[in-house]
């Protein structure tokens, strides 16, 4: 098709476009909008003033169209690295199904632009397309993570061409926790830092917790020094409330150890006998965990980590399942999960053991180093 408009230079007909833009008549706005359209693509040689001229005659004539065509125009435009930026901003800042495709792809955009979308429109759909484009950088990340719902921010994490900063991650590992819906793509996500990649072992599902010790068992001893030193920043010194009866306690388990008796049969007696503040306080000294660490294994009968806990200290497998059983006696089918956790411990490599068990401990050099 010839564009009616193709054979004359927009700027020496600016007057006579303005005019036609201003017209009541929607037919008339609405060919005009589709020749400057075919006539922008069909003539990618532009002086600036020209290409100034087509974004404000554009932006003009879109703003008064119905939403299914500027729909349209903002597809077509989406993907042009020289689409006019006030035309694109305008798109961007339109109605979800309009600013969608421009949101998504558009290399006009800054990430200022991006930012204000976030924050004036404040819409989860905006917000859902920019977690869509091919990189999103990390302020513009910070922007989705602090004004996006868990659906945006699920969207966001999905995406591997998004940095994230410290904080942001932070906040995403945080809302992670409290929703399961989250936890797949945040455990997956390539470029979640490590630390707080092993704080999300506790809140996932037996599966992603697999993919947890995959990646420590990955980790090279420089890595793992550095993922350390940034987590302890992370930790939080207030944790919950101790139990009553944990001085009398710490002191009886103390003096068992002066003496020499604290041995990890003796924990496994301290479990039958309901003895459970002095199993949790033996069990975070031979593990060098926290006591609220080892208090949320056992309270919530977290077997696996259990597992983890006992391989890193390198106790026969006899013993571990000892507590398991133990842990397990109001359960129905006790011995089956036993075999299986028996069947997992044999399978743990005791330096991967080591390696996740080290950041459980940041915790208690946390809590020390605030005492």
């Known amino acids: 098709m010839t564009s009616s408009i193709s054979d004359t230079s927009i700027q020496s007909r600016l007057p006579e ?66 689409a006019p930026h006030q035309l694109i901003r305008q798109l961007a800042l339109d109605d979800a199904q309009v600013a969608a495709s421009v949101l998504a792809r558009s290399p006009v955009l800054t990430d200022d632009d991006l930012i204000d979308v976030i924050r004036t429109r404040g819409s989860q759909a905006h917000m859902r397309a920019v977690s869509q484009r091919e990189h999103v950088a990390e302020a513009v990340s910070d922007a989705i993570v602090e ?13 591997d061409g998004a940095r994230l900063s410290r904080a942001a991650s932070e906040a995403a590992i945080d809302r992670a926790k409290l929703n399961s819906e989250l936890h797949a793509v945040t455990v997956s996500r390539a470029a979640i830092p490590l630390d707080l990649l092993n704080e999300m072992y506790f809140e996932v599902e037996e599966t992603l917790r697999a993919k947890i010790l995959e990646e420590n068992a990955r980790l090279d001893p420089e890595a793992l020094e550095q993922a350390l030193a940034v987590g302890r920043t992370r930790i939080a010194t207030e944790d919950g409330t101790l139990p009553p009866d ?20 003796v924990l496994a007696r301290f479990l039958r006998s309901g003895n459970r503040t002095c199993f949790l306080i033996a069990l975070s000294q031979l593990a060098d965990v926290d006591f609220h660490t080892a208090r949320n294994i056992i309270e919530r009968r977290e077997l696996d980590a259990l597992a983890v806990v006992c391989r890193a200290a390198d106790l026969d497998k006899a013993l571990f399942l000892t507590y398991a059983m133990v842990l397990l006696n109001n359960d129905g089918n006790a011995m089956g999960k036993a075999r299986s956790y028996a069947s997992l411990y044999s399978s743990l490599d005791i330096e991967t053991a ?10 208690r050099v946390a809590l020390q180093n605030a005492a």
Request: zero cysteines; glycine letters at 4%; hydrophobic letters at 40%.
């Open 246 to 265: 944990y001085a009398e306690s710490l002191a009886y388990v103390e003096e068992m150890k002066v003496a020499g008796q604290l041995t990890p049969p």
């Open 17 to 82: 476009l303005i005019d036609l833009a201003r017209q009541s008549d929607s037919g008339a706005r609405r060919t005009l909008l589709r020749d400057l359209t075919d006539n922008f693509f069909g003539a990618p040689q532009r002086s600036p003033i020209e290409q100034d001229l087509y974004g404000a005659v554009l932006s003009d004539l879109t703003r008064a169209m119905e939403v299914e065509v500027r729909a349209q125009l903002a597809n077509r435009f989406a993907s042009a690295a020289d």
């Open 147 to 159: 004004h996006g719902d868990d659906e945006t921010l699920h969207a966001l994490l999905s995406n």
């Open 354 to 363: 080591r390696r996740t068990l080290r950041f459980w401990r940041t915790r």
